[in-house]
Antibody, heavy 120, light 107 residues
Framework: QIQLVQSGPELKKPGESVKISCKAS????????MYWVKQAPGQGLQYMGW????????TYADDFKGRFVFFLETSASTAYLQINNLKNEDMATYFC?????????????WGQGTLVTVSS | DIQMTQSPASLSASLGETVTIECLAS??????LAWYQQKPGKSPQLLIY???SLNDGVPSRFSGSGSGTQYSLKINSLQSEDVSIYFC?????????FGGGTKLELK
C-alpha cells in the first residue's frame, strides 16, 4: 500500500536549520510530485509548494521562497524539506502529501506529519 | 490567490443528526473542490474530490455538492468518529488554497 513516512519531531533554536524527510513506498516515486503543507499550532493548512520528482525541480509558494528548500534522494524514494535560519513562526507540523492516482485528485496520501518546535 | 471561506468555524451536533459545512470560493473554481477530515494529532484525510466524488473507503454518509463558488459537505447520521476538523480546498488554480476549517464536536 502507498505510504509516506516522515522523520520524527525536531527541537531547534532560532537561526538553526532543520531537515525533514518523507520516504515514499508502494508506488513508483518518480511518477508523482511531492507536496509540502504547513500547519501551525491550532491553525489551518498552508500550501508550501511541491517538487517534481522526475526532474527535481522545486516550486515554492510565495510565502516559502528564500529559506525553504525541497530536494530529493530519488534512489531512496525520499523527499526532503529543509528550513534554514529558523524563526519562531516556523514552529509547526509539516506534512508531505501526494496527489491521487487520477488527474485532478488532490492530496490523497499524506505523511504523518513532523512537528518542528523552535525555542531558544 | 483564490480565497476559501468556510462556515461555520465550529459546530456542535448530536449523534444521528445531519450537519452541513459550507465553503465559499472568491471566484469560480469549476467544481475543483476537495474536503478533508483531520482528527486530533493526525494528518488530513481526503473525503471528497471534484466537489461530489467520494474517495475510496469513505462512508456513504458523507456527501458533497455545489458548483461555481459555493460548495457544501453534508454528514448524515452523525457518528462519534466524525468528531474532527474539516477543511475545504480548491485545486482549480495554483496555489491550491484551503478554507480555515470547521471544528465539529458532539453536543
Amino acid at each position: 500500500q502507498i505510504q509516506l513516512v516522515q522523520s520524527g519531531p525536531e527541537l531547534k533554536k532560532p537561526g538553526e536549520s532543520v531537515k525533514i524527510s518523507c520516504k515514499a513506498s508502494g508506488y513508483t516515486f518518480t511518477n508523482y510530485g511531492m507536496y509540502w503543507v504547513k500547519q501551525a499550532p491550532g491553525q489551518g493548512l498552508q500550501y508550501m509548494g511541491w517538487i517534481n520528482t522526475e526532474t527535481g525541480k522545486p516550486t515554492y509558494a510565495d510565502d516559502f521562497k528564500g529559506r525553504f528548500v525541497f530536494f530529493l534522494e530519488t534512489s531512496a524514494s525520499t523527499a526532503y524539506l529543509q528550513i534554514n535560519n529558523l524563526k519562531n513562526e516556523d514552529m509547526a507540523t509539516y506534512f508531505c502529501a501526494r496527489a491521487g492516482d487520477y488527474p485532478g485528485i488532490p492530496f490523497a496520501y499524506w505523511g504523518q506529519g513532523t512537528l518542528v518546535t523552535v525555542s531558544s | 490567490d483564490i480565497q476559501m471561506t468556510q462556515s461555520p468555524a465550529s459546530l456542535s451536533a448530536s449523534l444521528g443528526e445531519t450537519v452541513t459545512i459550507e465553503c465559499l470560493a472568491s471566484e469560480d473554481i469549476y467544481s475543483n473542490l476537495a474536503w478533508y477530515q483531520q482528527k486530533p494529532g493526525k494528518s488530513p484525510q481526503l473525503l471528497i474530490y471534484y466537489a461530489n466524488s467520494l474517495n475510496d473507503g469513505v462512508p456513504s454518509r458523507f456527501s458533497g455538492s455545489g458548483s461555481g463558488t459555493q460548495y457544501s459537505l453534508k454528514i448524515n447520521s452523525l457518528q462519534s468518529e466524525d468528531v474532527s476538523i474539516y477543511f475545504c480546498q480548491q485545486n482549480y488554480d495554483s496555489p491550491p488554497t484551503f478554507g480555515g476549517g470547521t471544528k465539529l464536536e458532539l453536543k
